[in-house]
């Protein structure tokens, strides 16, 4: 009697099914939390249609979602090229090899990740600052490497912490001008100077800091925090979009949710 071995998986299988979901996780990594999410979820939502229709074999239907899915690569390049950058960026960052880098890819095989970032201290100044409308502009590195950035500014290599903070962006000390970047709660620069996405419109009450910190977090995947000098309000930005948050606390967990 004939027997059909449905799971006759050999190495490379095993191998391919790896390889695709962790490219399937670090797309929904940058997609998420962004209106390219709802675009991603409809463009797999029309694949497994077309897959179905051919598996049924109704010619028709199929032919039409299969050229629409054929012909929309050059659309998915045009719609999805921040996260294309973003991707890219990813792969081709310098401490992708390192030891430091290859275990921050591999956070998600753990069941439980430790931020070292200390996001209360960080939120706790700038709510010191924004009592005292204390402008500032603090980015907090991820996956992608910042070196070029760095370059920017001055190298600093201090540990995050309250006074230390606040005298940074005290209007009278030398270090207040352009941003501070953090990673895994170290101090690596001060006064960075960001790129100014200009190509955006956002809301005149909004000065250079955000359009640094949008800039930053549209070609890189770090994320920023601003104190705005005029107003005192505290901004998170994520993804080149403003993050709304009711209180601190809520704050200070979402940005733990997004460093893990």
Same mark, same amino acid.
């Given at each position: 009697?004939?027997?059909?071995?449905?799971?006759?998986?050999?190495?490379?299988?095993?191998?391919?099914?790896?390889?695709?979901?962790? !490219? !399937?996780?670090?797309?929904?990594?940058?997609?998420?939390?962004?209106?390219?999410?709802?675009?991603?979820?409809?463009?797999?939502?029309?694949?497994?249609?077309?897959?179905?229709?051919?598996?049924?074999?109704?010619?028709?239907?199929?032919?039409?979602?299969?050229?629409? !899915?054929?012909?929309?690569?050059?659309?998915?390049?045009?719609?999805?090229?921040?996260?294309?950058?973003?991707?890219?960026?990813?792969?081709?960052?310098?401490?992708?090899?390192?030891?430091?880098?290859?275990?921050?890819?591999?956070?998600?095989?753990?069941?439980?990740?430790?931020?070292?970032?200390?996001?209360?201290?960080?939120?706790?100044?700038?709510?010191?600052?924004?009592?005292?409308?204390?402008?500032?502009?603090?980015?907090?590195?991820?996956?992608?490497?910042?070196?070029?950035?760095?370059?920017?500014?001055?190298?600093?290599?201090?540990?995050?912490?309250?006074? !230390?903070?606040?005298?940074?962006?005290?209007?009278?000390?030398?270090?207040?001008?352009?941003?501070?970047?953090?990673?895994?709660?170290?101090?690596?620069?001060?006064?960075?100077?960001?790129?100014?996405?200009?190509?955006?419109?956002?809301?005149?009450?909004?000065?250079?800091?955000?359009?640094?910190?949008?800039?930053?977090?549209?070609?890189?995947?770090?994320?920023?925090?601003?104190?705005?000098?005029?107003?005192?309000?505290?901004?998170?930005?994520?993804?080149?979009?403003?993050?709304?948050?009711?209180?601190?606390?809520?704050?200070?967990?979402?940005?733990?949710?997004?460093?893990?």
């Amino acid at each position: 009697m004939e027997t059909f071995n449905f799971l006759d998986l050999n190495f490379l299988d095993i191998l391919d099914i790896v390889l695709v979901a962790l !490219l !399937l996780y670090y797309i929904y990594k940058l997609v998420r939390g962004t209106v390219a999410i709802n675009i991603f979820i409809g463009i797999a939502i029309v694949y497994l249609i077309w897959k179905l229709t051919v598996a049924l074999q109704m010619e028709l239907l199929s032919d039409i979602l299969g050229k629409f !899915l054929g012909g929309g690569f050059i659309a998915l390049i045009i719609v999805f090229q921040q996260e294309i950058r973003k991707f890219l960026l990813m792969v081709g960052s310098t401490n992708f090899a390192t030891k430091k880098g290859f275990m921050k890819r591999l956070k998600f095989m753990k069941s439980d990740t430790i931020v070292t970032t200390d996001v209360e201290n960080i939120i706790a100044a700038c709510t010191t600052m924004s009592k005292t409308k204390t402008g500032a502009l603090i980015v907090l590195e991820r996956n992608n490497n910042l070196e070029l950035i760095k370059q920017t500014g001055d190298a600093m290599n201090a540990e995050v912490n309250i006074p !230390l903070l606040n005298s940074i962006f005290y209007k009278n000390s030398p270090l207040h001008d352009g941003a501070i970047v953090i990673e895994d709660n170290i101090i690596t620069a001060t006064r960075v100077i960001l790129p100014l996405e200009k190509g955006i419109d956002i809301p005149a009450r909004f000065g250079l800091r955000h359009r640094a910190a949008i800039g930053v977090t549209m070609y890189t995947d770090a994320l920023a925090i601003v104190v705005s000098e005029e107003t005192g309000k505290i901004s998170y930005i994520k993804n080149g979009e403003f993050i709304l948050f009711d209180d601190t606390d809520h704050l200070i967990e979402m940005i733990k949710d997004d460093l893990e």
